[in-house]
C-alpha cells in the first residue's frame, strides 16, 4: 500500500511541474498565440473601435445593432459586466471612430451624416457634445488622433486621401502627407508625437485597392517608409511607442484578418490572434499590458464583440 501512495505522489508532482513547465514555455514561445477574453458579447450587436479610458479601468467603443450600423458610443468596465451609453443627449450624426487624450480627457470621433463626415469632441463624462469647424478639410474626415500635447489631432480626410494634422485651438488643418503620393488612411499618433503611423498604398499610377494596404511611417520631416513589406491596416502605437499593433490578413487562405505587433525600428511581425476571431481595430491599455479589439462572437453569425488580450511578456519586454 505504501508502495502504490508513493508512486501515485510521484505521478501528481511529475504532472504539476510538468504543466507548470508548459505553461512557462507557453508564455515566452513566440509562436504561441496570447489567451483573450470577451468583455461585451451581445448576439444582437456589433460592437466596433474600442478605445481605452485615460485611467485604464473602462472601454469606450461603437455599438450598432447587427445589419444596422446605426453606431452610437458606449462604454464598459474592462472587466467586462454592462454597457452603457457614453454620450448624454442624442446626437444629429452617428459617432463613430473614438480617440481618448490622455492629456485632456476629451473624446474625439468621426460625427457622420448622410451627406458628410467631421471632427467632434466631447469632455470625458460624455456631455458636451460639439462639432469642430475647421479649414482646409473636405467632408469626408476620418479616424481621429491625439498628439500627446492634446491640443492637436490627425486624421485622414478622405476628400484628398491625405494624412492632415488639426490644430483644434486655431481651427486649422494642414496636410501632412502627398495626395499626389499616397492613398492614405487610418493614422496613429507616437506617444512622443513625433511620427505617425498610418495605413495606405503608393499611387504608382495605380487604382485604389484596399487589399494592397500597408503600414506606412511618416516622421516629423514628412519623410516616410514602410513598417514592413506586407500587408497591415489600422495601427495603434504601445503606450512607450516600441510596438504597433496593427490589423493584417497576411497568411491567411481565406482573407481573414488578425492582430500583428511589430517593432517600429523593424524586425518580423509577430501575430496575437487566431484569424478566425476575424480581428481589426485595436488598441492598447495605457500600461501597455493588454489590448482590445473587435472579434466575431462565437455563436454570432453577424455579430461582433469587444475583447481583450494580455501582451506578451516577449513584446512587453
Known amino acids: 500500500m505504501k508502495k502504490n501512495y508513493l508512486y501515485f505522489a510521484v505521478l501528481v508532482v511529475t504532472f504539476l511541474l510538468a504543466g507548470l513547465c508548459r505553461g512557462s514555455t507557453k508564455a515566452d514561445d513566440p509562436n504561441q498565440l496570447p489567451p483573450y477574453r470577451f468583455v461585451t458579447s451581445d448576439p444582437c450587436f456589433v460592437d466596433n473601435y474600442p478605445r481605452f479610458s485615460p485611467d485604464g ?8 445593432v447587427v445589419k444596422k450600423r446605426a453606431w452610437e458610443l458606449y462604454i464598459v468596465p474592462i472587466t467586462g459586466g454592462k454597457a452603457s451609453r457614453f454620450v448624454r443627449m442624442s446626437l444629429p450624426v452617428l459617432p463613430s471612430r473614438p480617440s ?7 473624446v474625439a470621433f468621426t460625427g457622420a451624416d448622410r451627406v458628410k463626415a467631421g471632427v467632434w469632441l466631447i469632455e470625458s463624462d460624455g456631455s458636451a457634445p460639439r462639432a469642430l469647424a475647421i479649414d482646409g478639410l473636405s467632408n469626408r474626415a ?25 490644430d483644434i485651438e486655431k481651427h486649422t488643418a494642414r496636410a501632412l502627407t502627398d495626395p499626389n503620393e499616397f492613398f492614405a488612411g487610418q493614422p496613429s499618433v507616437s506617444p512622443d508625437g513625433m511620427s505617425i503611423a498610418f495605413a495606405g498604398q503608393r499611387k504608382q499610377g495605380k487604382r485604389y485597392d484596399q487589399s494592397r494596404n500597408r503600414i506606412f511611417l511618416l516622421d ?10 506586407e500587408s497591415g491596416r489600422n495601427p495603434s502605437w504601445s503606450p ?14 481565406k482573407g481573414l484578418s488578425a492582430i500583428f505587433v511589430a517593432s517600429p525600428r523593424g524586425g518580423t511581425a509577430r501575430q496575437l490572434t487566431s484569424y478566425e476571431l476575424g480581428a481589426h481595430h485595436p488598441s492598447w491599455s495605457p500600461d501597455g499590458k493588454y489590448i482590445a479589439f473587435p472579434a466575431r462572437l462565437p455563436n454570432g453569425k453577424d455579430a461582433a464583440g469587444i ?7 516577449l513584446v512587453r519586454h
Open 100 to 106: 481618448w487624450s490622455s492629456r485632456t480627457g476629451l
Open 142 to 166: 476620418f479616424y481621429p488622433s491625439w498628439y500627446p500635447d492634446g491640443r492637436k489631432l490627425a486624421i485622414v480626410d478622405y476628400g484628398h486621401s491625405v494624412i492632415k494634422q488639426i
Open 307 to 313: 475583447a481583450i488580450l494580455e501582451v506578451p511578456t
Open 220 to 229: 516629423h520631416h514628412g519623410a516616410t517608409r514602410e513598417l514592413d513589406p
Open 57 to 64: 479601468k473602462t472601454l469606450l467603443f461603437c455599438r450598432s
Open 240 to 253: 512607450r511607442g516600441d510596438w504597433i499593433a496593427f490589423r493584417s490578413n497576411r497568411g491567411s487562405d
